[in-house]
């Protein structure tokens, strides 16, 4: 079936299965890595994409069901060379480590930023709470989500 959606603000039609998942329209159709895949149940989040603005794990999203739809990926994120100010914050505070789950993280983030500039650290921890990292603890992440909220146009502000 012929599905055509925005990807990172451009057009993309492409012939797919309808049993294709996102995550693979993603990564395998498009090249666009920087979305993982995990679990591939819906658990570990850190396939996580922009639908339409809103977070979405998208191993639980069909290519088809996109069809017509606005998705970034985490390639999105730098803009003209300067890295977006959630990177920057996961950077100032070591919100990664391995950076399996750093994607899905960093795309939650960003939607948690757009809808709530100044989030306090229940509504972060909620934010990311369907997101599993094996690494950090995760208060290395709150605190990466803080600084990019202090930072709003990143190391410039
Ligand atoms: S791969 Fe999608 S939630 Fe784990
Ligand atoms: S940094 Fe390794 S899983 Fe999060």
Redo the contacts with the bound molecule.
């Keep these: 079936m012929e599905i055509s959606l925005t990807v990172n603000g451009e057009p993309v039609t492409r012939d797919v299965e309808a049993r294709l998942l996102l995550v693979h329209l993603l990564r395998d159709e498009l090249g666009l890595t920087g979305t993982h895949w995990g679990c591939d149940t819906s658990n570990c989040g850190t396939c996580v994409v922009l639908y339409d603005d809103e977070p979405v794990k998208s191993c639980t999203v069909l290519a088809a069901m996109a069809s017509g739809h606005d998705v970034r990926t985490v390639e999105s994120l730098e803009w003209e060379g300067e890295l977006d100010p959630v990177q920057q914050g996961f950077m100032e505070c070591h919100g990664?480590?391995?950076?399996?789950?750093?994607s899905g993280m960093l795309m939650t983030a960003r939607a948690l930023l757009d809808r709530d500039p100044d989030p306090s650290e229940a509504t972060i921890r909620e934010a990311i709470s369907g997101q599993i990292?094996?690494?950090?603890g995760y208060a290395s992440i709150v605190r990466s989500v803080q600084w990019a909220a202090a930072h709003p146009e990143g190391k410039r502000s």
């Design positions: 990664l480590q391995c950076g399996f789950c750093t990292c094996r690494c950090t």
